[in-house]
């Protein structure tokens, strides 16, 4: 099946600097590509969605300027959190979309983010 | 809004046995509905999905989901796990062309 790759798997940091996480379709062209957040023994609980080209939408309570989302190309979507603290520590998971809809709907492995 | 309800945070149940994992909606009409399973180190696999017509689907190793619209429920269910089968299975409803996800049931099997 089609894969989605996250890069890195695992990255600490210290606060107040900034960490970049990209999310990668390798197999298919992804229209559409969405960011999600994970606490422990918890949901995944959406961020944003992004479109080829476009400005994200953000979901209610997420905040745009710490969680700067871009969709460069089909095949590419980097988040960075900005000024990161020790709350911004969590698991986050990317998932890219082909045309196919939902059926064609993958998620990237995730990385772990710990801020000291 | 939609909601999606996994009343069981874990489950243990032994290699053999047999699965099933609760699943609790709320939608006013027919929802599209998926089961995933996530495994450490692997992103979400899609294990089935619902959209119409029999309400009893099959799915990937094994597995098998049956909505019941009049207990706004669907339920995973397998007749007989595998040591492998044990991970984190999330049941997850689309709503606007996103999927909301439940909290997500850890499923432990022994030997």
């Known amino acids: 099946g089609a894969v989605v790759s996250q890069h890195p798997s695992r990255v600490i940091c210290k606060s107040g600097t900034s960490v970049k996480i990209e999310c990668r379709s390798l197999?298919?062209?992804?229209?559409?590509m969405f960011w999600y957040r994970q606490f422990p023994k918890q949901s995944l609980m959406l961020m944003a969605t992004s479109n080829e080209g476009s400005k994200a939408t953000y979901e209610q309570g997420v905040e745009k300027d710490k969680f700067l989302i871009n969709h460069a190309s089909l095949t590419l979507s980097t988040l960075t959190v900005t000024s990161a603290h020790p709350e911004d520590s969590s698991f986050y998971i990317c998932s890219a979309r082909g045309i196919g809809g939902f059926d064609t709907q993958y998620f990237g492995p995730g990385t772990r983010l710990t801020v000291l | 809004a939609q909601s999606v309800t996994q009343p069981d945070i874990h489950i243990t149940v032994s290699e053999g046995a047999s699965l099933e994992l609760r699943c609790n909606y709320s939608y006013g009409a027919t929802p599209y509905l998926f089961w995933y399973v996530q495994s450490p180190g692997q992103g979400l696999q899609l294990l089935l999905k619902y959209f119409s017509g029999d309400t009893l689907v099959q799915g990937i190793k094994g597995f098998e989901a049956e909505f019941k619209r009049s207990q706004s429920s669907f339920n995973l269910r397998k007749p007989s796990v595998h040591w492998s089968d044990a991970a984190e299975y999330f049941c997850?409803?689309?709503?606007?062309?996103?999927?909301?996800f439940g909290q997500g049931t850890e499923l432990s099997v022994k030997p």
């Open positions: 997850a409803v689309a709503e606007g062309g996103k999927l909301i």
């Open positions: 197999d298919f062209q992804a229209t559409t």
